[in-house]
């Protein structure tokens, strides 16, 4: 009698160790991407917070020359922020390529939005889905996975 497997013994098991292996990397990879969209909410709120302190100080959401336009936050927001003691650290996405952007159209309002990557998070049944037209003609649609919040004085 011979010791050792055969040759279809073998291709089963690296079959069913291929399986798992596939089930594990999606898992593991919808887990990252809910991380993901947590910070960002994170973010957001942690910029909605230093907002209003800094409206309560100065009575306007228009830092650094802020225009309807929309921004990426990094670049101009909130480095003043933080150089104002509003924010502790600069948030910044932890997806490359995906900003988080800001719009203060006016002193008593402001808007920000990112776009999330998990379609199903709770996080966008209560933002604003609507759509936020800034001061130049430019706009952005706030339909689901973009999650979108405002602040101020009458906000949408």
């Not at 013994?9 to 990397?25: F, N, P, R, S, W």
């Not at 909130?78 to 003691?85: R, V």
Request: negative net charge.
């Amino acid at each position: 009698m011979r010791k050792g497997f055969t040759l279809i013994e073998l291709l089963v098991v690296i079959a069913i160790i291929g399986i798992l292996a596939g089930v594990v990397t999606v898992s593991v990879g919808n887990a990252q991407a809910k991380a993901r969209d947590a910070k960002k909410v994170s973010d957001i709120s942690s910029l909605q917070t230093a907002l209003e302190m800094y409206y309560n100080d100065t009575g306007s959401y228009r830092i650094n020359n802020c225009s309807g336009s929309w921004i990426d936050v990094y670049d101009r927001i909130t480095i003043e922020l933080k150089d104002k003691g509003y924010l502790s650290s600069i948030p910044k996405s932890p997806v490359n390529g995906q900003p988080y952007y800001f719009s203060c159209p006016n002193k008593d309002n402001y808007r920000i939005y990112v776009n999330l990557e998990n379609t199903n998070n709770q996080i966008l049944n209560s933002d604003y889905d609507g759509i936020f037209y800034d001061d130049i003609s430019y706009y952005i649609n706030c339909k689901d996975p973009s999650y979108c919040v405002s602040g101020g004085i009458n906000n949408p």
